[in-house]
């Protein structure tokens, strides 16, 4: 049995004996949280529906203002003044700046569509957005923070966080967020 470089998990019968050099997670049985059961949420279905509304898109690794993190971005075109960017930020790894990589190669850990003066030099692409299911999914507001408002998406353990000091509505989409290029959406 090989887990690669990640932790196995413990047999169940542990009359079945223990491989030497293998880490093993705890024997115990997870427990749910607050009563509720435990579920197994894949992250691929909403990393398929972003792929899916944006296309799949060319990202280059930047310098990431975080040590803790690595950072893809790629420029959307507009006929306006702001420079608009999709960033997918991912725990860090070894690639080089400059280095490649399409959307739906990145495992990112928070997706942004923000306006930055920061000067990245990354492909610039356009887009025609096309609906999907993780772009139809309803925000709901959960809380007013001074650098912006959050909200639960429903259906999703994620967390949307639309930032400034502007106007915004209880509920909506991910999608109508995302097209506001101030938004911040990361898992919980």
């Known amino acids: 049995m090989s887990c690669g470089d990640q932790e196995c998990p413990l047999p169940r019968n542990a009359s ?8 093993y997670l705890s024997a115990a049985p997870p427990q749910a949280s607050q009563g509720q059961p435990l579920t197994f949420y894949s992250r691929r ?68 569509a923000r306006v930055s003066n920061t000067e990245y030099n990354v492909m610039t692409h356009t887009y025609n957005p096309v609906q999907s299911e993780i772009s139809q999914t309803t925000i709901r507001q959960v809380e007013e923070k001074q650098t912006g408002v959050v909200y639960k998406v429903d259906n999703h353990p994620l967390k949307l966080e639309l930032l400034g000091n502007k106007y915004y509505h209880a509920t909506g989409t991910i999608g109508d967020a995302l097209e506001m290029f101030a938004t911040v959406i990361y898992f919980t």
Request: aromatic share 14%.
């Open 45 to 112: 279905s909403v990393y398929n529906g972003l792929v899916q509304y944006y296309g799949d898109l060319v990202f280059q690794k930047v310098d990431s203002p975080n040590p803790a993190y690595s950072m893809y971005a790629c420029q959307i075109a507009c006929l306006c003044s702001d420079k608009r960017f999709l960033f997918a930020i991912t725990l860090p790894d070894h690639n080089p700046n400059g280095y490649k990589m399409l959307l739906s190669r990145i495992s990112w850990v928070s997706f942004q």
């Open 16 to 23: 079945q004996g223990m491989l030497p050099g293998v880490t």
